[in-house]
């Protein structure tokens, strides 16, 4: 079946540096990818999506690109913020499948 | 336009009591779910809906029922609330299309004693 794999956390960074949070995927079609957020005491948001091969994502500064032969889609973030702070979830859905599968999340912890 | 709207945030309830949680969306979306996230877990799906009118179990149905009561509204009931499902439960919705997207609920905190 499906899988996400995400790295462990927490990542915790200085305000002002370089984001990567590694994200893999296992999937028997052409899935599209998720980035979600969850900010503390809230419900998961979407921050950013691809849905073919080469796709590269973005929003608020956060990127992620598509990479079909490494099964990947890694989110970066060239400078990340205190407000950055949150939990990450990779994840994916394929078409005719209405069940999205998630990664176990990755907390970011950014210190001023 | 609320978006996944989801009542009580918080609910302490004893070992045998039993609960409804509700769930509504104005998005006009198909597909809503249930999902419980624990430490160390992350989401599990519990129930979802496809479409009005059908309902199907996820990875950890046992001890929850749920309603699709009409397309905006799916509700998640615990008959007899164990401390085992003390949780956050989140609702989410999506649209049937291909990219499945979802839509998150606030989530209601849900303490069994």
């Known amino acids: 079946g499906d899988s996400v794999t995400q790295m462990e956390g927490p990542v915790t960074l200085s305000e002002e540096a370089f984001l990567t949070i590694n994200c893999t995927y296992t999937a028997t079609g052409y899935p599209s990818l998720f980035w979600y957020v969850q900010y503390p005491g809230e419900g998961l948001q979407l921050l950013l999506k691809a849905t073919k091969a080469d796709d590269k994502g973005s929003n608020k500064g956060f990127e992620a690109t598509y990479r079909k032969e490494t099964t990947s889609f890694h989110l970066e973030k060239g400078s990340v913020q205190v407000s950055d702070s949150a939990v990450y979830f990779c994840a994916l859905s394929e078409g005719g499948s209405y069940i999205p599968t998630f990664g176990r999340g990755t907390s970011l912890i950014v210190h001023p | 336009n609320a978006g996944v709207t989801q009542t009580p945030k918080f609910q302490v309830l004893k070992t045998g009591q039993s609960m409804t949680l509700q769930c509504a969306q104005d998005?006009?979306?198909?597909?809503m779910y249930w999902y419980r996230q624990d430490p160390g877990m992350g989401l599990r799906l519990i129930y979802y809906s496809a479409s009005e009118g059908t309902t199907d179990k996820g990875e950890v149905p046992n001890g929850y029922n749920v309603s699709r009561l009409n397309k905006r509204e799916f509700s998640l009931r615990l008959e007899s609330a164990a401390p085992s499902q003390t949780s956050v439960y989140f609702c989410?919705?999506?649209?049937?299309?291909?990219?499945?997207?979802?839509?998150f609920g606030p989530g209601t905190r849900l303490t069994v004693t």
């Open positions: 989410a919705s999506s649209e049937s299309s291909v990219t499945y997207e979802q839509y």
């Open positions: 998005m006009n979306h198909n597909s």
